[in-house]
């Protein structure tokens, strides 16, 4: 069994507190929830192909058994004592990793301009689905590709990759009293900004990356400013953060233009929900997804100073 990692309740660099990583181990019930809940996820669904993708053992089983409920149970039942072995190893793993974590939460509080005003911890659990999800102030890593023998993405950066959607959440409560983003343009706000982050210094070095690409549905997406060639989202938003590097502030005028392209925003996920990674590889729907949006005629935006 994964011994659960107990941690003191927090840590403090240079007067920064830093948060806590608490590595939870793998339950046979919460996966089989994790899983009942992306497979029939309403905002996600394009995590069903996601799943069965990596998964297509537990499609067949789906197709077959009359009570779907049943069928995932006995899936992940049998995953789990299948793969014990990996499944602990990773764990185990990603404990001593989220040890060795200090420097790139304290790059990360800098990169946002963020600090905790209280010595938390997030919760991380290992997962045999295929991306990571999050809830509140806990996420879950995969490990799916340990238990097929590949090589699996580090865990420090899925870990800052998560908590760096905790912090921008939690820095929205107050930007946001003045209007709420749909759950769209919020969506592609956070995997845009941690993708910009990611490749920026100071988090670029501590988490030793290089061109990191994101989240896959914020890569093609482009916007375009009057009498200025198209940009890709992720490249503007670097752009401006390099300018800047006041992060809070920046924020604050991405917020007001991703509000301001709710419309658009929310045209772009029906689309990656219906058709996924297909964008990537059919040229009309690539050209689609990545036609530019457009910021010049927004209202609310004229006093904004705009690149
Ligand atoms: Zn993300």
């Given at each position: 069994?994964?011994?659960?990692?107990?941690?003191?309740?927090?840590?403090?660099?240079?007067?920064?507190?830093?948060?806590?990583?608490?590595?939870?181990?793998?339950?046979?019930?919460?996966?089989?929830?994790?899983?009942?809940?992306?497979?029939?996820?309403?905002?996600?669904?394009?995590?069903?192909?996601?799943?069965?993708?990596?998964?297509?053992?537990?499609r067949v089983l789906l197709e077959s058994e009359?009570?779907?409920?049943?069928?995932?149970?006995?899936?992940?039942?049998?995953?789990?004592?299948?793969?014990?072995?990996?499944?602990?190893?990773?764990?185990?793993?990603?404990?001593?990793?989220?040890?060795?974590?200090?420097?790139?939460?304290e790059a990360l509080g800098k990169s946002m301009?963020?600090?905790?005003?209280?010595?938390?911890?997030?919760?991380?659990?290992?997962?045999?689905?295929?991306?990571?999800?999050?809830?509140?102030?806990?996420?879950?890593?995969?490990?799916?590709?340990?238990?097929?023998?590949?090589?699996?993405?580090?865990?420090?950066?899925?870990?800052?990759?998560?908590?760096?959607?905790?912090?921008?959440?939690?820095m929205l409560k107050s930007i946001e009293k003045?209007?709420?983003?749909?759950?769209?343009?919020?969506?592609?706000?956070?995997?845009?900004?941690?993708?910009?982050?990611?490749?920026?210094?100071?988090?670029?070095?501590?988490?030793?990356?290089?061109?990191?690409?994101?989240?896959?549905?914020?890569?093609?997406?482009?916007?375009?400013?009057?009498?200025?060639?198209?940009?890709?989202?992720?490249?503007?938003?670097?752009?401006?953060?390099?300018?800047?590097?006041?992060?809070?502030?920046?924020?604050?005028?991405?917020?007001?233009?991703?509000?301001?392209?709710?419309?658009?925003?929310?045209?772009?996920?029906?689309?990656?929900?219906?058709?996924?990674?297909?964008?990537?590889?059919?040229?009309?729907?690539?050209?689609?997804?990545?036609?530019?949006?457009?910021?010049?005629?927004?209202?609310?935006?004229?006093?904004?100073?705009?690149?």
């Amino acid at each position: 069994m994964v011994r659960a990692e107990l941690f003191p309740a927090g840590c403090i660099i240079k007067n920064m507190i830093l948060p806590k990583i608490k590595i939870q181990r793998l339950t046979q019930l919460s996966e089989i929830r994790l899983f009942y809940k992306f497979l029939n996820h309403p905002q996600y669904p394009n995590h069903k192909n996601l799943i069965y993708n990596a998964h297509p053992k537990l499609r067949v089983l789906l197709e077959s058994e009359v009570n779907s409920k049943a069928a995932v149970k006995k899936y992940i039942k049998n995953m789990i004592s299948a793969h014990r072995t990996a499944i602990e190893k990773a764990a185990s793993d990603a404990a001593i990793s989220a040890r060795s974590l200090k420097h790139c939460l304290e790059a990360l509080g800098k990169s946002m301009g963020f600090r905790w005003r209280k010595p938390i911890a997030y919760v991380a659990r290992p997962t045999l689905l295929p991306f990571s999800p999050f809830d509140k102030l806990s996420f879950s890593f995969s490990i799916l590709s340990r238990v097929y023998g590949k090589e699996l993405e580090s865990f420090s950066r899925i870990a800052i990759h998560e908590i760096s959607h905790f912090v921008l959440f939690e820095m929205l409560k107050s930007i946001e009293k003045q209007g709420k983003l749909s759950s769209d343009a919020r969506h592609y706000l956070k995997e845009a900004v941690t993708a910009a982050l990611f490749n920026e210094a100071p988090l670029s070095r501590a988490l030793r990356i290089e061109n990191y690409p994101g989240n896959p549905e914020i890569r093609l997406l482009r916007v375009k400013f009057p009498s200025k060639a198209p940009l890709p989202l992720v490249k503007w938003i670097r752009d401006e953060y390099s300018k800047s590097s006041n992060f809070p502030d920046l924020l604050i005028r991405l917020v007001r233009i991703f509000r301001a392209s709710q419309k658009e925003l929310g045209k772009k996920r029906k689309m990656w929900n219906r058709y996924g990674k297909k964008i990537f590889e059919e040229r009309r729907l690539r050209n689609n997804y990545s036609r530019p949006i457009l910021i010049a005629k927004k209202k609310g935006l004229e006093k904004l100073s705009l690149p």
